[in-house]
């Protein structure tokens, strides 16, 4: 069975979900990749002002090409989501309630996601145009010196997922 879930939704009913289930995500969701990880980690520890708030965010690993005429976004699959491990526990501890990503997470953002009642989503790597045609909008948002790496607010509807660690710490990947 597949899940409808509004982005909105997700802090409060991520209890709801167990690795291993699809569901199809509709709503805000922000992309960075390392660079734009480490800017952001840099803008925590010396205070300054985030690109978007972090409570209740979800992050997609992404570096989306640009748009063709006449669409939102370029091809936009998911990254390798351990290159993110060592920024990820920080995140979660900070508000954000997901992370789509693709392969395995370490112990340490498992037990972030744990302790903050988070998810960590897969989406199907190589098919970026595929993810594509669930992207209704895309505008960059900060660190548009990165390029496809920028950080950007995209607006998804129905962008299919699978649970890949729940808030229970149960994961798909053995």
Partial sequence: MVKGMNVSELPRRAGELHAGDRILLTGTVYTARDAAHKRIAALLDDGGELPFALDGAVIYYCGATPSPPGRPIGSCGPTTSGRMDVYAPRLYDLGVCATIGKGERDDGVIDAIRRNGGVYLCAVGGAGALAAGHVEACEVIAFEDLGCESVKRIEMRD?????????YGVKLFV
């Fill in 159 to 167: 962008f299919p997922l699978i649970v890949a660690v729940d808030s």
